[in-house]
């Protein structure tokens, strides 16, 4: 079982720019969502996506954007960064839309 | 908005005791139910989950939950804790907007601490 490994695990940006985080998810998982978590709180739900396509999304906007690659990867794109959403950002996967989620450790994005 | 509520935000207690705690949701259609557990230092863990069937359901180490759709609560249940339980638990539900479409709701979360 190899689990969710998230990249980078701490990233520094500047208000105005863009990030990719990246995930790469349990074997065999074809769905995966992204998740917000800000200190103190339980994780938001960004999106999901099961075999490439987003079927579930959060309230969040636009500017929060994902892939999903054939081979289960996944990525989270957010443009124009603003100081709130300094926050843990959770990739979690599961063998269907739905079901229990395997988590990955997250990647800490301060936004300065 | 949806919402999951977990009422006890810190909750003390010593080994042995019983741990009970509380999780309401407010969808009032099909619902897929979770608790996750983050012990100290790692990622989040799915405890147990509740899809249909059994209204009791048993999880990993000893923890059970009871889904009594009328009061639309999912409460976590542990006759004995012990020291090791020390963590963060999450309750989660997953619904149906609309077919295909899922959507996520997580709670705040609650932090219990087992004395030794």
């Known amino acids: 079982e190899t689990g969710v490994t998230q990249s980078p695990t701490h990233l520094i940006k500047t208000r105005g720019q863009q990030v990719t985080l990246r995930c790469s998810s349990q074997?065999?998982?074809?769905?995966v969502s992204w998740y917000q978590q800000a200190l103190g709180q339980g994780p938001q739900f960004i999106f999901q996506y099961y075999r490439e396509e987003e079927n579930g999304r959060g309230n969040f906007p636009p500017r929060f954007s994902g892939l999903q690659f054939p081979n289960y990867s996944s990525e989270l794109n957010v443009n124009a960064l603003e100081l709130d959403d300094s926050a843990l950002y959770l990739c979690?996967?599961?063998?269907?839309?739905?079901?229990?989620?395997?988590f990955g450790s997250g990647t800490r994005l301060t936004v300065v | 908005a949806q919402s999951v509520s977990q009422h006890n935000h810190h909750v003390i207690l010593s080994e042995a005791a019983s741990l009970e705690l509380g999780c309401n949701y407010s969808?009032?259609?099909?619902?897929?139910l979770f608790w996750y557990v983050q012990y100290p230092g790692q990622h989040l863990q799915l405890l147990l989950k509740?899809?249909?069937?059994?209204?009791l359901v048993k999880g990993i180490k000893g923890f059970e939950a009871e889904f009594i759709k009328s009061k639309f609560s999912f409460n976590l249940r542990k006759p004995s804790v012990q020291w090791s339980d020390t963590a963060e638990y999450f309750c989660?539900?997953?619904?149906?907007?609309?077919?295909?479409?899922?959507?996520?709701?997580f709670g705040t979360g609650t932090r219990l601490k087992v004395l030794a």
């Open positions: 074997s065999g998982h074809n769905t």
């Open positions: 979690a996967s599961s063998l269907v839309p739905g079901g229990g989620y395997t």
């Open positions: 969808y009032g259609g099909t619902v897929n």
């Open positions: 989660a539900v997953n619904y149906h907007p609309s077919a295909g479409t899922y959507k996520y709701i």
């Open positions: 509740y899809f249909s069937g059994d209204p």
